[in-house]
Structures are given as C-alpha cells and as structure tokens.
C-alpha cells in the first residue's frame, strides 16, 4: 500500500489526498501547467510554499526589480483573451506589475481553488508497486500523485554566501531574491551592497538615490546594457496586438533566444570598422538584450568577434563614467559578453557619478569578514548601517536538490546528479518515472525569453499525459540510453561556444563545491521545441510507457 492512509475498497486501492498530478510550484510554470492539466480533466494540486503565487516576481521584491525581456514578449501566449486584455504600462514591467499580472491569471482561470500556499514539499518517494508517488509536505501531510510536476524555478533558490560575521551583524541584511513585504527605506543609512549581477545592477541606482552613502563590493565587473525603459501607450500596443499570433510565432519557432525581433545572419567581420560601430550604435540606442542576439550570428563562437560588441560596452562605460579609476574597474574583462546573462539597466553606469557611492574592487582586496557595524577588506574597513546580498541563487538545480527526490530502487535524485544534472531533454530523468521537470537542466531554459520556454514544456507535458491516458498508460520514464545522448549533445554544443570561459551560473561556478557542467541546451527555443515535437511524434521516442503494475488508486474525499 502505497500510503498511511490508503485504504482498501472492492480490492482496488483508495487513497485519501490522492491527485492525478501533484505540481510543485505556483510561478508562471505551476500556473500554466495547472490550467492545461484542469482542461485534460485531471485532478491537479499546486503546492507552493510562499503565501501568494507568481514565483520569482512575488520573491523578488527589492527595488528596481524588473523584466528584462520587452513586458509585450515576457507574458503568456496561450489565451488570446488574456493577451488583449492585459495592458502593460512600461516597456519593461516592474516587479509589482508582473506579479499584478500573475494575481491576474490566477483568478481570471479561477486557479486559485486547487492551490495551497504556505505549503512546502519536502520529499518525492516513487512507489515502484503503486507507479505513484508519495509527497511530503512541511506539515508532515503525506499526499499520493501518479504524476510530480517540479515547477520549483530556475532561479528560486536565493544564496546567502559563507561570509565570515555574517550573522553577527548588527543591522538589517537582505537578499534581494527573498526581499521583504513591507517596505524598506535606506533614507540617511550607510548601505553595503555585495554583488553585481543583474539584481545587484537594478538595485544599485534605486538605493544610491535613498542612502547616505552606499558602497558596492564588486567581484566581477558585468555588462550591461541601458534598458531605455519607457511608459507604454495604446499607440505602441495596438501595432503588436495586431501582429501578435505572427510575433508569437517567430518567438516560438523561429528564434534561438525566444525574443521577436531581428535574426542575425552575418559575421562581425563581415562589416568593415565603420557599419560594425553603427549597428552597435543602433542598438545600445534601442537598449535591451537584443544588443548581442540581433548584431551579429558569430558573436557567441568566436572570440574576436566578440571582442568587438565588448569593446564597443567597455568603451561606452569609459565615457559614461566621470572618475577614470571607477570607470576603469566597472569595464568587464574576465570573460567574453554574454557569456554570463548581459544584465539590462536603467542607470546604473551613471549612478557612480553621484557624489555618494563608492565602489570597491573585492577581487583585488577580498572581503574577509562582516562586523557587527561594518565590513574589513584585507585593505580597509568600511562603517555600514545595512547590508543588500545580491548575490543571487544556486540555479537550475537548487531548488530540486532541497527536495528528497527518491525514484525507482531508492535512488536520490541528489546522489544522481552528484557529478551535474543529466536529463533527457530537460523534462524527465531516467530512473524517476512520472516526473516532469519545466524549464530543467538540459532545456533552453534561462538562455530564453522563459515564458516560452515555460508555455512549450508545459504543453508537451499536458499532451504526453493526455497520450497517455488515451492509450491506458500509467508510467513514463525516460531511457538511460536516450538521457546519456542528449547529455553528451547539450555539452557537445555548449563546448562549440564561448560560454564555458566565464564562471557564470550557468555552469555552477558560483557555488562552492557545485560540478562545473553547463546546464542549459544552448541550441535554441526553436530547434529544441522541434526535437522535442519530433520525440513526440515517433510515439515518444527515447521514453518507456507501461502499464501500472498495481490496480489504479481511486480518488475518494
Ligand atoms: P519561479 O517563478 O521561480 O517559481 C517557482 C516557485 O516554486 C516559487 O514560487 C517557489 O517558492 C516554489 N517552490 C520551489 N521549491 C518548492 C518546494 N519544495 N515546495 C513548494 N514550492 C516550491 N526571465 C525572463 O525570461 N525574462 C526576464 O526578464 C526575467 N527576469 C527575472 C528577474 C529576476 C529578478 C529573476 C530572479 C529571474 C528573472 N527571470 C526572467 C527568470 C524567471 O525566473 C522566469 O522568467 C520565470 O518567472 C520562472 O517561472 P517559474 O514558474 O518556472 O519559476
Ligand atoms: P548573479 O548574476 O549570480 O550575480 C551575483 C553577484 O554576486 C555576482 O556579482 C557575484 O560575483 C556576486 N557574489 C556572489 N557570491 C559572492 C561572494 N561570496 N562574495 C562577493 N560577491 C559575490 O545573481 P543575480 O544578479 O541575482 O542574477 C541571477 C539571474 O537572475 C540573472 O542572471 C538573470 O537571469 C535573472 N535576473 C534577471 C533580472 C532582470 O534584469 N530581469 C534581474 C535580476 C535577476 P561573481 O560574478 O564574481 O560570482
């Protein structure tokens, strides 16, 4: 019996708290994959252990946070209705806009029915005799599903680094991916902010204009590009609503990054000096991402031509910023552009201008402890009042790993993946039967606009199951063979690139210990979804599909 509180009924098995399908999560993933499974006429529960839905956008809170993929591109696509209705106000929503939104769908789809909050999964245990699994929550609630769907996030898992004193300080100290519901004031505090990634570069020109002084410990310079954000008006929606099933086309099926927009076709060096600057010129004018995934189709495998976008950044910052040594240590060199996420800004480069910020290069002076009223260099101390940790999350799998995940003969999914994550096609994981992984290791995932890669894996999963139904089907799991494969493919591409030279996330350079593989499918949306229709297509091609070996549980309430 594959519960406590199974009973026996007319020799088939009860289950009390029993669901066709358990997801965990209620981010844009959780919302989505519950609408499509509740029209299949599955019975779904949505865990999520934070008090509201939206995911990273009800997470992250701290000033400054927002989208950088256009607000029109980052929504979801699946209702016409939706995307009509929903009027986004900026060209790159704010955090509470998008979290808005996503209060929106919930209630708009009356989600909100089949989801818990405040409830956290702590363990996935695979009932190999039942072809089910047994969930444990926080509340120590034990609740049965024939399919787990994680859509725990990819980047869900804030990381609060092992910095010595850290505990001992006396203010207040805040993660921006775990920010606080009421509001925060820096007015008249001295402020630390450590880290300079996107979050840190949002964050920065918002605290530096509250503060009385901030000082921003910077280990790696970054890119990044001005976002020039405005206010949206009907006249900029309209023209893209009536284009919308075409632009939503072009992100799904034709684009490498999920974003609209032009293709690039030629080579850096297909351009003489002159048309190369001009067409960086047009685009740090634009501002956005689509700097590097428009400019030019090399710039990602060849290091020279790369160096021409970096160079083209670094000598933007050079002129941006009045203190030649600040400007100096803000010009990125330890790895080639966007090999780390290029990070999208609205002033951050000028904010070290302003008389009352001070940066501090902590690669050549590290900082070696916390004190109760400040932070010592090796070199020098400095007096703060509050600290902001912007030092982002341990990604892809961190939030899979605080789960004890057991599949079949008792495996860990943490024992499995001591060496990096290995997956088939970034869904499933051989060995652990019935469960879907959205926007996983080996997906597209975090190199794309992630609201489509989102939307795909969910519907590929909603028609698997929805196949699998058709067919008496109880159980999916993944071939050991097919996996190792596509493994081997996703680092067969990733080593064709650039993006291995830089100790980004992406490859679990930034935690400790953490296996140095690159995580995501760098092959692009559109390539991916067409393997993964293909797979399909051939009847699921590189999964197993049987029959349960015990009689089907029935839901009782
Ligand atoms: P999440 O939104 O992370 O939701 C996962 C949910 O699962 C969370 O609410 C979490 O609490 C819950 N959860 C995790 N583990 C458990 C558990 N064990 N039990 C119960 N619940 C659990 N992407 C873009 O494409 N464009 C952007 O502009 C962009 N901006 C971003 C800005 C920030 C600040 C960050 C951090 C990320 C950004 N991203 C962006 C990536 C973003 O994470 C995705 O776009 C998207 O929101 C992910 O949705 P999700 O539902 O997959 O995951
Ligand atoms: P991040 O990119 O990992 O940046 C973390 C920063 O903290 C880095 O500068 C890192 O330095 C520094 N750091 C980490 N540990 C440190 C330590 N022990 N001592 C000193 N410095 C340390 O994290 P993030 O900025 O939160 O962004 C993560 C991802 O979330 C982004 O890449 C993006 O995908 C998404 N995001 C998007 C937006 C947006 O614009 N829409 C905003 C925020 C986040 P090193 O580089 O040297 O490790």
Known sequence: MSTAQAISQQGRTAVRNSYDVLVVGAGFAGLYMLYRLRALGLKVRVFEKGAGVGGTWYWNRYPGARCDVESMQYSYSFSEELQREWDWS??????????????????????????????????????????????????????????????????????????????????????????????????????????????????????????????????????????????????????????????????????RSGLYGEVAERGAFEDDDNVRRAKYEARWAHGGTTFLSSAYSDLYVNKAANDTAADFVRKKIAEIVKDEETAKLLQPNTHPIGTKRICVDTDYFTTFNRPNITLVDIRSDPIQEILSDGLRTQAKSFQLDALVLATGFD?????????????????????????????????????????FVITGPGSPSVLSNMIVSIEQHVDWIADCLNYMRERGLDVIDADKQAEDKWVAHVNELANGTLFPQADSWYLGANVPGKPRIFMPYIGGVAAYRKICNEVAAKGYDGFEMTAARAPKPVAVS
């Open 90 to 255: 900026e060209r790159y929503a704010s955090q509470p806009e998008i979290l808005q939104y996503a209060n929106h769908v919930a209630d708009r789809f009356n989600l909100r029915p089949d989801i818990e909050l405040n409830t956290h999964i702590v363990a996935c245990v695979f009932d190999e005799e039942a072809g089910s699994w047994s969930v444990t929550t926080s509340d120590g609630r034990i609740v049965t599903a024939r399919f787990v769907v994680l859509a725990t996030g990819c980047l869900s898992n804030a990381r609060v680094p092992d910095i010595q004193g850290l505990h001992g300080f006396s203010g207040p100290v805040y993660h921006t991916g775990n920010w606080p519901h009421e509001p925060v004031d820096f007015k008249g505090l001295r402020v630390g902010v450590i880290g300079t990634g996107s979050s840190g570069i949002q964050v920065v020109p918002m605290i530096a204009e509250r503060a009385k002084h901030l000082t921003v410990f910077q280990r790696t310079a970054n890119f990044s590009i001005p976002a020039r954000n405005a206010p949206l008006t009907d006249q900029d929606r309209q023209p893209f609503r009536a284009k919308y099933s075409e632009v939503r086309r072009f992100m799904r099926e034709l684009s």
């Open 395 to 435: 990604a892809m799998t961190g939030s899979l790993a605080k789960i004890e995940i057991r599949g079949r003969a008792g495996l860990t999914l943490n024992r499995k993946w001591a060496e990096g994550p290995k997956s088939y096609l970034g869904l499933m994981i051989a060995g652990f039967p019935n469960l």
